[in-house]
């Protein structure tokens, strides 16, 4: 049974940081590119960052790069999302997946708000 569990969400400051984990299982997680989509009120999901399998190749989209870190330990089947500089347009629902074959956790709320 596939599961991906984010964690680390929550209320920030303007500014401030937060990192995000999401732990997987019932795949082979060492294999696939990883990321991290968001989904902010009355917008479509899109992709804030992805990691490809070994972790050395990483996107970010121009709206979070030089903000947000991408990162993985393949021994602990972990995902994480490092973000710093937060911006109220960065509130959003956090998904964590795999892309290619489609899974996808639950999601976890993140709202930067003064």
């Known amino acids: 049974q596939v599961q991906l569990v984010e964690s680390g969400g929550g209320l920030v400051q303007p500014g401030g940081s937060l990192t995000l984990s999401c732990v997987a299982s019932?795949?082979?997680?060492?294999?696939?590119?990883m990321a991290w989509f968001r989904q902010a009120p009355g917008k479509g999901r899109e992709l804030a960052a992805s990691i490809i399998n070994t972790g050395g190749g990483t996107t970010y989209s121009d709206s979070v790069k030089g903000r947000f870190t991408i990162s993985r330990d393949n021994s602990k089947n972990t995902v994480y999302l490092q973000m710093k500089s937060l911006k109220p347009e960065d509130t959003a629902v956090y998904y964590c997946?795999?892309?290619?074959?489609?899974?996808w956790g639950q999601g976890t709320q993140v709202t930067v708000s003064p």
């Open positions: 019932g795949f082979n997680f060492d294999m696939w590119t």
């Open positions: 997946g795999a892309p290619a074959l489609n899974y």
